[in-house]
């Protein structure tokens, strides 16, 4: 995937391995959610979304910690 490739060239803190499987998941979940949604399965897509909010956050943590492990002078 290009985008965990050029993250990880990017910031070597950032695993393109972990990377893909990331955006890998999240595409599997944003697909779960909005197949839910266009089946009315409202709960279906709340638990989706719910979850693929928790995964974003976990992800955004992580950017901000290769962030942080690159430049800890910054601080």
């Known amino acids: 995937m290009e985008i ?3 993250l990880n060239a990017a910031n ?5 391995e972990a990377y893909e499987a990331m ?10 959610g909005a197949t839910a949604r266009i089946l009315k399965r409202w709960s279906d ?3 989706a979304f719910d979850e693929l909010y928790a995964r974003t956050m ?3 943590d992580d950017l901000a910690d290769g962030v942080i492990r690159q430049f800890p002078e910054k601080i």
């Open 4 to 6: 965990a490739a050029l």
């Open 12 to 16: 070597p803190n950032w695993s393109k």
């Open 23 to 32: 955006f890998n998941d999240h595409r599997a979940l944003t697909t779960k």
């Open 45 to 47: 897509d709340i638990s």
């Open 58 to 60: 976990v992800m955004a």
